[in-house]
């Protein structure tokens, strides 16, 4: 295990920025990073040799774009400068238990050289963020890094945002696990075969980690990865309440959400007031008045609790490899699980100093791939093609627990 308590402090010139962990840990050892542009990784040794190894960039210094170096920026700009790949998808639709329908784009890759059986081709089961499709810019983008590689990929559209009707009045949130489970055992069942690797970004992060914590060893997916995860969801409403946060992203994000609802009025307003929905002006405000009661929450204080995945990361069983910048206005850095990352010998916590959320530009023409595409790419390549290292790396966790 590295020996690193559960604060980090980033010191940058006359700031410090410090990560703290979980609440179970009280003492303060401060870790200066002398030099901002390597990441820190915090995770037991063998995984960090795994991932050396391997996954090379986790080492990387990396160098945001120098006219967009602060997180909210990276944030912004990323949405209007990020280029999008083209990518043919072959849609599905399935049906859920409850009679709903879920939409699911897949991206077979017949052609692959390194993996040309279809039954036993490695598969990257993709989770966008809140309000996301399988038609974002960084869904298009992990697309590409895994076809390249030769990899099969399907993108799980939350339901209602994947361009279906609904047909029950039921939609998403990171709380709920029960469509993404009906997902996996969809794939397991066409393709028996077949590794399946999870990666979600933002709130698919969320829901990949709840889903994870819930199955334990029977998840059905080889390894994890999350990018830009929000791990606590109160301190993150918080951080988006902030005024600059609040007047850039939250209305925003709040009239995407409601405007998706408005969108499904005609099944949804059987079961919630819809013109009341779509009074909320922020992200708290539209979960007090749709998402905690649709899923049955008391206040959405405990919806926020049990959407947190932070307390939940001991009851996972699988790698998972978590990306998060330390600048990120939506997962405040003083909530990143630290202490956990340290504990347990299945999850690693990448951070760096700058990146936003989503973000991770660098170059001066930022459009194509960055340091999140090589994260990605490079960790969902060691997961398939080096399966055993990365049990051995991650096969201690009982005792490091104990």
Known sequence: MINIRPFLTFKVIS???????????????PLTVPNIKTPILVCSDGFRAFLQKYCPVVAEHFRPTPWCWGGRLQTLVRVLIK????????????????????????VDNGTSVSHPESSTRPTVLILPGLTGNSGQTYVLHAVQQATKRGY??????????????????????????SDLECVVLHVKELLPETPLFGAGIS????????????????????????????????????????????????????????????????????????????????????????TSGMFGYKSCLD??????????????????????????????????????????????????????????????????????????????QAVFEHPGDLKGACSNKDELVG
């Not at 410090?18 to 050892?29: A, C, D, N, W």
């Not at 280029?83 to 897949?106: A, C, F, H, K, M």
């Not at 099969?152 to 939609?171: A, D, K």
């Open 83 to 106: 280029s999008s790949p083209s990518v043919t998808y072959r849609n599905e639709l399935i049906r859920t238990p409850d009679g709903g329908q879920i939409s699911l784009d897949w």
């Open 203 to 290: 709130l698919g992060g969320m829901l990949l980690l709840n889903y994870l914590a819930r199955k334990g060893g029977d998840s059905g997916l080889v390894a994890g990865l999350t990018m830009s995860v929000s791990w606590n969801t109160l301190q993150s409403a918080a951080s988006l309440e902030e005024p600059i946060n609040r007047l850039l992203f939250n209305r925003h994000l709040t009239g995407n959400l409601c405007s998706a609802i408005n969108r499904h009025r005609k099944i949804l307003e059987k079961v919630v007031d819809i013109d009341y929905v779509m009074k909320a002006r922020t992200i708290r405000e539209f979960d007090e008045r749709y």
């Open 303 to 380: 919806y926020y609790n049990a959407a947190s995945p932070d307390y939940k990361l001991p009851r996972t069983a699988v790698p998972i490899l978590c990306l998060n910048a330390a600048d990120d206005p939506f997962s405040p850095k003083h909530a990143f699980p630290v202490a956990s990352a340290k504990r347990l010998p299945n999850v690693a916590l990448l951070v760096t100093a700058h990146g936003g959320h989503i973000g991770f530009l660098e170059g001066f023409f930022p459009r194509g791939e960055g340091y999140m595409e090589r994260v990605f790419g490079q960790f969902v």
């Open 152 to 177: 099969r990929c399907v993108v799980f559209n939350n339901r209602g945002f994947g361009g279906e009707e609904l047909l029950t009045p039921l939609t998403f949130c990171a709380a709920d696990t």
């Open 15 to 29: 700031r410090t920025w410090q990560i703290r962990g979980l609440e179970e840990s009280k003492k303060i050892i």
